[in-house]
C-alpha cells in the first residue's frame, strides 16, 4: 500500500501525466478507500492518485456529500468563469487566485467500472479541474495570477485544501 504521505512539490511524479487505469485491475478498491482516508486526514476536498506517489489515472473527492472517485477522468465541457482561491495538499502553505471554468461536464468510470458523466459546478467543477489537472502532470501554481501567490499561516477553523 502506498505511503501516507503526500508527495510535495518538486517531485517529478506530480509534472507527469499517469497512466489510466483498467477498473478490474486488483486492489483499486483499496488504493480508493486508502486515498480518501489521506484526503481526509490532510484535510483537503480532492486528492490525485498522484499526489501519493502512485502512477494512476484516478482522483478521489468530498465537497460534503460524501466521498467518491473517478477513474480515467476527462472533462469533455467547460462553461462560464469563476475566480477563486486555491490552495494544494502538495504545495503546503501556498495559495493563489486561479480562474477556471464555473460549470464541467466530466467523464469517466466509477469505483465499479461503470461509465459515469458528471455535471459539476462551482466547488466541485473547481475540484474536477484541479484534479484532472494533477493527473495531466499540472499544478494550481501553473495556473494562478502570480500576483495572488502567497504564503498562508496554518489552516484555521478546519479549512480544507483542494
Request: with cysteine; hydrophobic share 35%; charged share 25%.
Amino acid at each position: 500500500m502506498p505511503s501516507d504521505e503526500i508527495v510535495l512539490y518538486g517531485d517529478a511524479i506530480l509534472t507527469t501525466t499517469t497512466k489510466h487505469v483498467d477498473p478490474s485491475e486488483p486492489g483499486l478498491k483499496e488504493l480508493v478507500d486508502h486515498m480518501i482516508e489521506v484526503m481526509r486526514q490532510a484535510p483537503g476536498v480532492g486528492l490525485a492518485a498522484n499526489q501519493i506517489g502512485v502512477d494512476k489515472h484516478i482522483f478521489v473527492y468530498d465537497v460534503g456529500e460524501g466521498p467518491a472517485a473517478l477513474l480515467n477522468p476527462k472533462i469533455i465541457k467547460r462553461r462560464g468563469s469563476q475566480t477563486g482561491t486555491e490552495g494544494c495538499l502538495s504545495v503546503p502553505g501556498l495559495q493563489g487566485e486561479v480562474r477556471r471554468a464555473s460549470s464541467v461536464v466530466a467523464e469517466g468510470l466509477d469505483i465499479d467500472g461503470n461509465k459515469v458523466r458528471i455535471q459539476a459546478e462551482g466547488l466541485l467543477a473547481r475540484v474536477f479541474q484541479h484534479e484532472i489537472d494533477h493527473l495531466n502532470g499540472h499544478l494550481f501554481i501553473d495556473r494562478a495570477d502570480p500576483d495572488t501567490l502567497s504564503w498562508v499561516e496554518e489552516q484555521k477553523g478546519g479549512e480544507q485544501e483542494i
